[in-house]
């Protein structure tokens, strides 16, 4: 495959733009041609470019190109032309492999990078997790994402925004068909098995977030066979879910427009509505929970989430407030 130059890029995207808009009909040639300022040979070639690319486009003369079939791969190539977003895939920062996205946003976003470039891999060799876990990360079949941002927010006010990306990436699950829920503070499930979870890192000083990396991954093709056996076990995907394959730009895309709308909402009305949605998909409240803290183990009835975000958590004792851990349902003695 003979790599594109930025120009034949920026040409390939916009061919993809257009024969995406006609959907099942033809763009002409010269309509093409036209709005590109390019000649029908050379709207020829970028077909044809597009085309070695894995992208199948049919040519019928006197009619046009139609867009039959899109490869599933995760490049600015297939992401670019989906995006509705104005900030959020500005630059889209695409790689076969990586030891982990969000330990190359946060070098890009060192050095620079500006709010809204995203770091995308086809696979993981060291894909991290909360609290020190790995995410496992079969190559070819999931989603394995980090965006940077730059908010406006004290450092305090970080873990707000983890818990809107899970409200973000529930309902974009939703908007596929799988019934996604939350589980305290971001872990996405399906069912009660693990389809995505989110890392926020940041770099900030005492009263200023320089950036934050916000990592997410999402179970869209894997089968359980693509996991080891210990992750198989409590984790699922979309595909085992739904029984068919998502399409992984277009995922990404629609996340990525979600996430946009909750920052976007976030900046003008503060955390109160991403809240409330957090609310009412967490799986969480309302349930008997022990909760695995840094340094202890409690037990109790998840009662609400407080304004910074902390789990309130009724014990024996009276109400806990938990800024970090993890949570497990316990079956209720109550219940058959
Ligand atoms: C969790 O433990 O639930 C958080 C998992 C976050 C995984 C994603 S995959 C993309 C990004 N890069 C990483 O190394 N981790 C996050």
Redesign the pocket.
């Known amino acids: 495959m003979v790599p594109l130059d930025r120009q034949d890029a920026t040409h390939a995207q916009l061919v993809l733009e257009m024969l995406l808009e006609s959907g099942t009909d033809f763009a002409s040639g010269e309509a093409l041609s036209g709005k590109l300022g390019l000649s029908r040979t050379a709207v020829w070639k970028v077909v044809n470019a597009l085309r070695d690319r894995g992208y199948a486009i049919e040519a019928v003369p006197s009619r046009g190109y139609r867009l039959v079939r899109v490869p599933d791969r995760l490049t600015g190539l297939e992401i670019l032309p989906l995006l509705e977003t104005h900030d959020l895939g500005r630059a889209v920062h695409a790689f076969d492999s990586l030891g982990?996205?969000?330990?190359h946003a946060f070098r890009l976003a060192a050095e620079g990078a500006e709010h809204g470039e995203v770091v995308v891999a086809e696979t993981?060799t060291?894909?991290?997790?909360?609290?020190g876990?790995t995410?496992a990360?079969p190559p070819g079949k999931n989603l394995?994402?980090?965006l940077i941002l730059r908010p406006e927010l004290p450092p305090q006010r970080a873990p707000e925004l983890t818990l809107l990306a899970a409200v973000a990436v529930a309902e974009t699950l939703r908007g596929e068909g799988v019934k996604a829920t939350i589980k305290w503070p971001?872990?996405l499930q399906a069912g009660v098995k693990?389809i995505?979870?989110?890392?926020t890192e940041l770099s900030a000083e005492a009263d200023r977030v320089h950036f934050v990396v916000l990592?997410?991954?999402v179970n869209l093709n894997a089968a359980s066979s693509d996991f080891p056996p210990e992750i198989a076990e409590v984790a699922t995907s979309v595909t085992r879910v739904l029984g068919r394959r998502v399409n992984r730009a277009a995922f990404l895309a629609r996340m990525l427009g979600g996430l946009e709308q909750w920052l976007d909402t976030h900046e003008q009305e503060g955390f109160e509505p991403v809240r409330e949605r957090w609310r009412e998909l967490s799986s969480t409240l309302g349930q008997e929970v022990l909760v695995k803290a840094e340094r202890r183990e409690l037990r109790g009835v998840a009662e609400d989430i407080d304004t910074d975000g902390a789990l309130l958590l009724r014990t024996e004792d009276g109400v806990e407030r938990i800024l970090a851990g993890d949570v497990e349902q316990v079956r209720s003695r109550l219940r058959p």
Do not use: F, M, P, V
């Open positions: 982990s996205t969000s330990e993981q060291a894909g991290r997790g909360r609290r876990r995410w990360s394995y994402t980090s971001n872990d693990k995505a979870g989110i890392l990592g997410i991954g």
